[in-house]
């Protein structure tokens, strides 16, 4: 074992290992705020948020990987902590910021001693003080600290309480140097863990009723579904309620963008890129940022709350009876964010088979990506009828997780048979949630977002438009005509002069649409779907849309985006209100309600293939996810396609 | 595999299913695998620490220390418990 002291440096990296639910990230927040980024660890899937904070001359870089209970376990999360400690795969970290509750001092040392074991240097963050000495415990952090051979902090990372110390404790660490137990034999490490305890804690933990209140309430057969489902419903309600202004104010934003820059640029093809493809494209994405922060924001609140693992048993009974884990719920409702993250997330389901079911059906699950495409075709399908169209939105994540739940039904029945492993799970402390934890996550995942935003979705739109505005295609004779005939009625009748060169605009662009690649792409495909209604502009669409579910919105903006017959100049009443080459709208109701089914049920998303791909190590899961969903939203959009076809005759 | 006899109130070795809310027990013998032992052995649940029932049924949730773990009926009925009273009072 090492016995040097380490000196202090310019800039030193601190690894934050602990527990889950100890507040390691309210911590790491409070250490580094917005100077922070979410990645992958390096060499592995683990998500780990890397930020820095200086103190005094040293600028530290804390690396906060998740929670864990122990660092012997088989799964890859253990085996990154490992890695990371003994510098294999990355840099060795000068020193480890071991986050321990001071509630549960005795379940955390046992993962102390494990980190101990590796020899680096160590300090220890004694979190939930307050909560500790409220219910009837003293902690004599000095002996405690004696006995481990590491300094130990007390900290309250809400209010940043001891931060000051806990940095004037990394500029002064070592090693340390007292004999620990082997971690191999749990008894050693009790009587351990005993020991210290005996020594340096005084009082007895008091345990509160009102927990034991809350919990029946909460994990109750009837009542537990009834909250649930109050919390569920009010989380949406408020997502598509508050998102509406900020949502209105970035569409009027890029609008007014488009029309500055398109008035400065000269006509031509850099005009139209930029316009056109650029901020067009663009804006259709960004429009539903706010949607996405909130959703982010109260699930992060919701998660702070304890509430999730409480929920996480309600929804046991249930994805019991569907072959899944209650554990899957945690994926399921990240997958409401986002499908990747949820995927990964699946790595706290502990058995292989259950995991691979919940990797197979969570991108059944309304991600915010299908938002765009929610909105636009519930407002085509339910103009000025909010409630209805609120309705809509539900239905759409109902149909998305009854196809996921009956889906998982299958595969435990076909390619994974078997039942689900029995739960087990913490459940953490209920207390008030962290509005600045929340903010930054949020702030994190947006970011994430607009960087994606930024540069897939930017390029497939500059790449969307050039395929929409090559070849270029001589200009129809009629053009001309109605041009000739606006100029001639410009001087007694403007408005009629206007309406011809609208319509000679409409014309132009129209049939430069229909001979561009883009065009003889979406002509090629259309027979595929034209039984469920589309043309072959919206192929075009939902090809691109394999790529990512929210390209959709910006090839649609793209390819509208010329279209001067349409009088609305926000980009989703553009697209709204686009028309087929006939001069009927793109988006009447069988089609908008068949396009629906369709970006509820199918896997539009190479990112999310790809990701199951590396979570199942197997190319024939992510391929089978691929095909079954496809198959099974082209089914289903062709069925709704059909009867609504037949309703409205 | 050992059959697992229904026992009297009063026995001092029980099914954790039957226990009684705020009881105090220790664990005394499992039926799980090797997994779902160093799992529940690493959430806090050895086998030489006592916890108290808090909530019977689905999910059955206990403490230990300060932590609340909440284990589904298919575990319960796998792990027999000795009771502290029962224990303390021989």
């Not at chain 1, 007895?204 to 569920?232: E, N, Q, S, Y």
């Not at chain 1, 249930?318 to 699946?346: D, E, N, T, Y």
């Not at chain 2, 059959?3 to 005394?28: K, Y």
């Not at chain 2, 027999?80 to 224990?87: A, F, G, H, L």
């Amino acid at each position: 074992m090492q016995k040097t002291k380490s000196q202090p440096k310019a800039t030193s990296s601190v690894l934050l290992l602990g527990n889950p639910n100890v507040g390691k990230t309210t911590l790491f927040n409070r250490f580094c705020g917005l100077r922070s980024a979410t990645s992958n660890f390096p060499g592995s899937t683990v998500e780990a948020r890397i930020g820095t904070s200086s103190s005094g001359a040293t600028k530290r870089t804390f690396t906060d990987l998740p929670g864990l209970y122990t660092l012997h376990a088989s799964d890859d999360l253990s085996k990154v902590c490992r890695n990371a400690l003994d510098g294999i795969d990355c840099n060795s970290p000068e020193a480890v910021l071991v986050v321990i509750d001071a509630t549960n001092l005795r379940r955390n040392l046992t993962i102390v001693n494990e980190i101990l074991h590796h020899g680096v240097p160590c300090v220890i963050a004694l979190s939930m003080v307050d909560i500790a000495q409220k219910s009837g415990l003293t902690i004599d952090t000095k002996k405690f600290g004696e006995h481990l051979g590491c300094q130990v902090v007390g900290v309250h990372p809400r209010t940043g309480v001891g931060l000051p110390e806990l940095h004037k404790a990394l500029d002064n660490i070592q090693c340390t140097q007292v004999e620990l137990p082997e971690f191999e034999k749990p008894k050693e490490v009790n009587n351990w863990a005993n020991e210290i305890i005996a020594s340096s804690v005084g009082g007895t933990l008091a345990t509160g009723t009102f927990t034991d209140r809350l919990d029946k309430t909460f994990t109750h057969p009837i009542l537990g579904l009834v909250v649930f489902a109050a919390v569920m419903a009010g989380l949406f309600w408020t997502i598509f309620t508050l998102a509406t202004v900020p949502m209105d104010v970035v569409n009027l934003i890029f609008g007014h963008i488009g029309t500055a820059v398109g008035s400065v640029l000269p006509a031509g093809d850099i005009h139209d890129m930029v316009v056109d493809g650029v901020i067009a494209g663009i804006a259709g994405i960004v429009v539903f940022l706010p949607q996405i922060c909130l959703l982010f924001f109260l699930i992060g609140l919701l998660e702070d709350t304890g509430y999730l693992a409480r929920a996480a048993f309600v929804m046991d009974r249930l994805l019991r009876k569907f072959g899944l884990p209650g554990q899957s719920f945690v994926p399921f409702l990240s997958a409401h964010a986002c499908a990747i993250p949820a995927i990964m997330a699946a790595r706290i389901v502990p058995d292989r088979r259950d995991r691979i079911a919940t990797i197979l059906v969570a991108p059944f699950f309304s991600c915010s990506a299908r938002l765009p495409v929610y909105v636009l075709l519930i407002g085509v399908l339910f103009i000025d009828q909010p409630l209805i169209g609120g309705l809509a939105f539900f239905g759409c994540y109902v149909l998305g997780a009854l196809a996921a739940l009956f889906t998982a039904l299958l595969v435990r029945r076909t390619v994974i048979p078997g039942v689900s492993r029995p739960m087990m799970l913490e459940l953490p402390t209920y207390k008030w949630p962290s509005i600045r934890t929340a903010v930054l996550n949020t702030i994190d995942r947006a970011w994430v977002f607009l960087k994606n935003a930024g540069t897939v979705i930017l390029a497939i739109v500059i790449v969307l438009w050039w395929l929409s505005a090559y070849p270029k295609v001589t200009i129809p004779d009629s053009v001309h005509a109605l041009r000739d005939q606006a100029s001639v009625v410009a001087t007694t009748d403007i408005v009629e002069s206007e309406r011809l060169l609208n319509q000679a605009n409409s014309i132009e662009y129209t049939t430069q649409l229909s001979g561009s690649f883009a065009g003889q792409l979406g002509k090629f495909f259309q027979p595929v779907f034209a039984p469920l209604g589309y043309d072959w502009k919206l192929t075009v669409g939902v090809l691109t849309s394999f790529a990512a579910r929210e390209v959709f919105v910006s090839t649609l903006a793209v390819l509208t985006a010329g279209d001067d017959n349409v009088e609305n100049v926000g980009v989703i009443d553009k697209i709204e209100h686009a028309k087929r080459d006939n001069g009927e709208r793109i988006f009447n109701v069988p089609t908008a309600a068949s396009l629906l089914v369709f970006f509820v049920l199918a896997m539009q998303c190479l990112p999310t293939i790809a990701v199951t791909r590396r979570e199942t190590g197997s190319w024939n899961w992510a391929l089978l996810q691929l095909g079954y969903m496809t198959v099974l939203a082209w089914v289903a959009s062709f069925i709704t396609f059909t009867i609504v076809t037949m309703v409205m005759k | 595999m050992t059959t697992l006899t229904r026992p009297t109130t009063d026995r001092e070795f029980i099914l954790l299913s039957e226990l009684s809310e705020r009881e105090e027990a220790v664990v005394h013998f499992t039926q799980l695998d090797f997994e779902e032992r160093s799992l529940l052995a690493a959430m806090g649940l050895h086998d030489d620490v006592t916890f108290q029932l808090c909530k019977q049924g689905q999910p059955c949730i206990i403490q230990v220390e300060a932590t609340r773990l909440g284990l589904s009926k298919e575990l319960t009925s796998k792990i027999i418990v000795r009771r502290c009273t029962v224990c303390n009072e021989a």
